[in-house]
């Protein structure tokens, strides 16, 4: 049974920053594209970050350019999430999700195109 596990998470002043993990298992984990979601309270998820297989290329939303960066160490089977300069409205539970593709280089920032997805981590920025 495949496993994504997120960690990372908690609570951090305005300006401060985290970074996330989302370890992979039972999944041969350079075959996919992985992606970060989130989702505040009364909202609808939305992506954050994703990166092909290889790590290749990348991209973001609007929202989080220049402030957050995905990464991955596909030896490990971990994605990361470089967040900083997090400000309240990034407030919500961070979910790593993964993407099965046969093309190298592409990503999705659809949630529909995941395959698994962890638990989530929380993330809270508040002074």
């Known amino acids: 049974q495949v496993h994504l596990v997120e960690s990372g998470g908690g609570l951090v002043q305005p300006g401060g920053s985290l970074r996330l993990s989302c370890a992979a298992s039972e999944l041969t984990f350079s075959d996919y594209a992985m992606g970060w979601f989130r989702q505040a309270p009364g909202k609808e998820r939305a992506f954050v970050a994703a990166?092909?297989?290889?790590?290749?290329?990348?991209g973001c939303a609007a929202a989080v350019k220049g402030r957050f960066t995905i990464s991955r160490d596909n030896a490990r089977n971990t994605v990361f999430l470089q967040m900083n300069s997090l400000q309240p409205e990034d407030t919500a539970a961070y979910y790593c999700?993964?993407?099965?593709?046969?093309?190298?280089?592409?990503?999705?920032?659809?949630?529909?195109?995941?395959?698994?997805w962890g638990q989530g981590t929380q993330v809270t920025v508040s002074s």
């Open positions: 990166i092909s297989r290889s790590g290749t290329i990348s």
């Open positions: 999700a993964a993407d099965r593709r046969v093309t190298q280089l592409a990503w999705s920032d659809q949630p529909e195109s995941y395959d698994y």
